[in-house]
Every structure is written in C-alpha cells, then in structure tokens.
C-alpha cells in the first residue's frame, strides 16, 4: 500500500477509535453527573455576517501566507471529513438521502414532513409578528399547539417566495441536509385571532403589543388570490434547544462529535455549488439554526439550513435583481474592475440584463431565473465564505455526481411541492434546474475524474465513467490508463489502456494479507492531457479504498 495512503488510513482509524472513546466518556460523565451536554449559543445577523465576511475575514485572508502559497503552487486543500471510500458520511449536518438509494418521486415531492401543515380546525393563535423591509411575517400555534412560521408573497407577485421556499426544502432535503418542515398554507383572514400577549418588533427594532388593528394593517399589505386567501409557506417550528447559528467556518469546540472546522467540511464546501444550482444567492451563516436534541439517549447537535426565500428567481421583496448570483454584497473585484475601466467595463449580468431588454423575461410567480450567461465557475453568493472557494475538484464532483442523481422527472417533482396555479410556471423552473444540472455537471465533470462506481469481482476491476453515461462526454476516443503501483513504493508493477470499462487484475498484483494501489485516468479525444488520477485500494476481497485527485 502506498505509505501516503497507509498514513491517512491509520490516521483515520485512530481518530475513530478517539471519537469512540470521546462519546463512551461522555455517556459515562452523563450517567454519573445526571447532566446533559451544554452547549453555547452562536449569534448572528445580515450585519455581523457582512462585517465578518466582507471585511474582517477578506481582510484576514490577504494576510494569510499559506492562503497564497497555495494559490502560487495550486496546491489544493483536500477536505477533512470524507471516508475511504471518498463519500461524507452521515452527521448533524448531513444524511445520505439522494446519493444513497435514489428518492421515489413521492418522497421528493414531499421532502421533510411530520405532518401536513398547521391544523385549521380552530383560529391559527398569531403569538408574534415582525416587519421586515415591506412586508411582515407571523408566528402562530394551531389547535394541535404546534408552532409556526409564516412567510407571504410580495404584492404583484403571489407564489414567487412562497414557492421557491416550499421547493427549495425539498431540494436540500433530498441532497442530504437538515431542514425544518415547510408546507403551503391557503389561509382566509378570518382564520387568524391574535393571542393575548402577542409582541412585534418594527422596522425600528422597538418589540411593543401586537394590537388587532396593528394585525390588520399588516393583513392589509398582503395579496390574496380570487378567492380571498393569502398563501403563506408555513416553516414548523422545531423541537429542541436552540443554540443560535452554524459557522461556515470554524467547528463548535463544546460539541464532541464536531471534530472537523466547516470549511474543511465537503458538504459544507458543496453548499455554494448546490446554492449555484438553485440560484439560492442569499445563503448565510445566519439562516442556519443549531439546535440540540434526544437521540437514542444522548443529546446530539442537528445543523439546520432554515431559510429560503431568496431561491430560484426570489426575494423577500419581490423578482431577484440580474446581478445577484454575479456579485457579492461587497465586492472588491468588481469595484477595481470597473475602477480600471473608466466605467467602460460591461459586467457579466450587465451584458444579461441588456440581451434581457432590461426586462423581468419571468412571469411574476417566476421572478428572474435564466440560465443565459450562466458559468458555474463565477456564481457567487451574497458574501465571500472561504469554504465555497476552497471547493477542490474531489468536491466538485462528489457535488456534481451527487445532482446527476436527480432524474428530469424528480426534479419535476419537487418543483410540483410549490403548488403553482399556472402549470407554465412549474415548467419553466423545472427546465431552467434541468439545464443548470447539466451546466455544472459537464464543469466539474470535466475538470475532476469522473469515474465511478468501482467494483472487483472475478479478477476484473469496473466501473462507470459518468461523463459518457449522462452524455457529456464521448465514449469515441476515449482510453482508460491504468498504473498499477507496488505497495509502499512509487515503482509500476504494470501499465495498461482500454477502451472499455475494466480492466483485469492478475492475482500476482495483490500482495498477500495486503493492498494493491491502482490509479486510474481517463485521456479524452478533444484534450491534451490526462485527466487527474482516481486512487483505489484493491486487495483479494475486493475494493477497500477510493479516492479523487483534488
């Protein structure tokens, strides 16, 4: 085996045997001390989250030496909390859905659900209610004495927020991450009763009583359909202590089972590219939520992603603006392009807007959601998380392998969970997603290995190649360059090249009680070079290692 990988694996199985003895340790200190975890709150906001990114951590990040010796030498910093076999692992913050057993189309439909929404059968109880720029918000217990969070459409354009809410759960259920339950909520205004001891807070930040005729005026600011309800997504208030935001960044040192800092984290890296594919530019640390519950007897962190009004072609206020998804909040590189350009300089979603007829093209349940002009490479979300940009090739595809999972029709189906009226709503999401998927599929496809799905049996080592498979490659002219290397050293034992998709594997390659490392690459007709290598430990059972060049 190679000692390099030999390392990695010993290291690995020492860190398990620590986590295993960090969690026995801390069920005995529970049984003994009758104490359950304690766990700090993290705060934050759209401020401390523009100051931290924007300012502090860009300004810290040019100071960093390492930061920019590895850009000098391209070195990549691989992350820190994949298995052997180059997957992320089930956590607080991730869980296997879609990339283990593909989803049926019901299940993708109707994401995460413990039930079917608030309970009507009695008056919703507003118990709060917040203005946020123009329009507000409700919290409310119905007769079940479950609690919610209302969000509404914005005037002109009923179903743009609550849909892309309502849709955009569902995707980053099936992907694998925490969510609250969302459902849609067609409500009459009759249905609601202000509770007694109902506060809100204004746009002044001041929190007073929430009067009914205060109620009213904020009834009076949302859009009702012909039938005279207002649609609101209806977020369920989860149970469990709350303990404030997740970092992008930095791991939770009073949690035991977070052990790796988030930025070195896949699916946290992952969530700029998934954040790509739905247009979800206003991702932030501060519509996270951490929130610690009773698992199996032991008081567990769950991290949840929990807002998601500014999906798809979406904001709070109404269409999204065509340069969100081009530019961060503030954005240094931008600002001195355009410096150095005398203001000649048209910028990417300029020239978009401009091809656009300086025109919202989507209809007003739609906003402004287009794949013109769209490169996977340069979407940025609303601030400038250093996670997002440490995405290695190895991350790349596991995101893009892990979107390619999703069929035309499974995203038709979670797309059909927004409930639009107008079935040519649903259409034109569910084709833009469909060209999106693709568009960062055939990039990261492209720049990584996309190999797959190893096996041996037989003396044959096989697997698929994804990039032909989902047609984004040409099967004519390719070659498959396989190295196999002698354990602990970097001498060839032999070297072979195949059109097809395996290779045989003589049994005098495979040490005894030992591990072969092999390393596969794939030379395209329309490229120069070989694409980066893909690592797989064989020995006599079978494949015991896999990993993607980052």
């Given amino acids: 085996m190679n000692m390099k990988l030999k390392k990695i694996k010993q290291i690995r199985q020492v860190l398990a045997f620590v986590i295993l003895g960090v969690g026995i340790f801390g069920l005995m200190g529970t049984a003994m001390a009758q104490e359950t975890v304690k766990f700090k709150e993290s705060e934050s906001s759209f401020y401390s989250d523009l100051f931290d990114q924007n300012i502090y951590n860009e300004g810290v990040n040019q100071l960093d030496l390492g930061r920019w010796g590895r850009k000098l030498f391209k070195k990549e910093l691989p992350s820190k909390n994949v298995n052997v076999f180059d997957e992320v692992p089930d956590s607080g913050f991730f869980t ?30 507003v118990i709060a209610a917040e203005q946020r720029g123009i329009y507000p918000r409700f919290w409310v217990r119905d007769a079940r004495g479950d609690e919610y969070l209302l969000e509404f459409d914005p005037q002109g354009n009923m179903e743009l927020v609550t849909g892309a809410e309502i849709i955009a759960s569902r ?3 099936a992907l694998g991450y925490t969510v609250p339950q969302f459902t849609i909520l067609p409500i009459k205004p009759e249905q609601f009763l202000v509770a007694p001891g109902a506060t809100t807070w204004e746009d002044t930040g001041f929190k007073k009583k929430l009067s009914q005729k205060r109620f009213e005026e904020y009834l009076m600011i949302l859009p009702q359909n012909e039938e005279g309800l207002y649609r609101a997504s209806a977020c369920k208030i989860m149970k469990g202590d709350y303990h404030g935001i997740f970092s992008f960044e930095s791991r ?32 932030r640390e501060s519509d996270t939520l951490d929130i610690s519950i009773e698992e199996n007897g032991q008081v567990v962190m769950k991290h949840y992603l929990a807002d998601f009004i500014g999906a798809f072609g979406s904001t709070q206020e109404g269409p999204k603006d065509p340069m969100l998804g081009y530019e961060y909040e503030v954005d240094y590189g931008e600002t001195s392009k355009s410096i150095l350009a005398l203001g000649f300089r048209e910028k990417p979603w300029q020239k978009k807007w ?16 287009t794949n013109e002009l769209f490169d996977p490479a340069r979407y940025k979300t609303q601030f400038p998380y250093e996670a997002f940009r440490l995405v290695t090739r190895a991350d790349g595809f596991w995101a893009a392998k892990l979107l390619m999972s999703f069929s035309d029709e499974g995203i038709r189906a979670m797309v059909k969970a927004g409930r639009y009226r107008d079935a040519k709503n649903a259409e034109v999401i569910t084709k833009t997603l469909i060209e999106r998927r693709d568009i960062i599929a055939r990039y990261w496809f492209s720049r990584a290995n996309p190999l797959d799905g190893f096996s041996f049996s037989g003396g044959k080592l096989s697997f698929k190649d994804l990039a032909v498979e989902y047609g984004m ?28 998709l395996d290779f045989d594997i003589r049994s005098e390659w495979i040490p005894a009680n030992g591990e072969v490392r092999i390393l596969l690459r794939v030379a395209r007709a329309s490229a120069k070079t070989l694409s980066p290598a893909v690592t797989i430990l064989l020995n006599a059972t079978g494949v015991q290692g896999i990993r993607h060049e980052d």
């Avoid at 296997?96 to 009695?122: C, H, I, T, V, W």
């Avoid at 969530?271 to 991702?283: C, K, P, Q, R, V």
């Avoid at 401009?354 to 959601?369: D, M, N, T, W």
Wanted: hydrophobic share 30%.
């Fill in 354 to 369: 401009r091809l656009a007829g300086e025109k919202i093209q989507g209809a007003p349940a739609v906003g402004y959601f």
């Fill in 252 to 283: 939770r040192k009073d949690d035991p089972a977070d052990l790796v800092n988030h930025r070195d984290r896949r699916e946290i890296r992952a969530l700029g590219i998934f954040a790509s594919w739905i247009n979800h530019y206003d991702l």
């Fill in 96 to 125: 296997n859905r879609q990339g283990r057993e593909k989803l049926s189309l019901e299940a993708l439909e109707k994401g995460y659900q413990e039930n079917a929404g608030p309970d009507l059968s009695k008056p919703l109880q």
């Fill in 171 to 173: 995707f980053y259920y």
């Fill in 473 to 500: 490659a040409s099967k004519e002219g390719t070659v498959y360059h396989l190295e196999v290397m002698s354990e602990g050293k970097k001498e060839k034992i032999a070297q072979l090249e195949t059109k097809e």
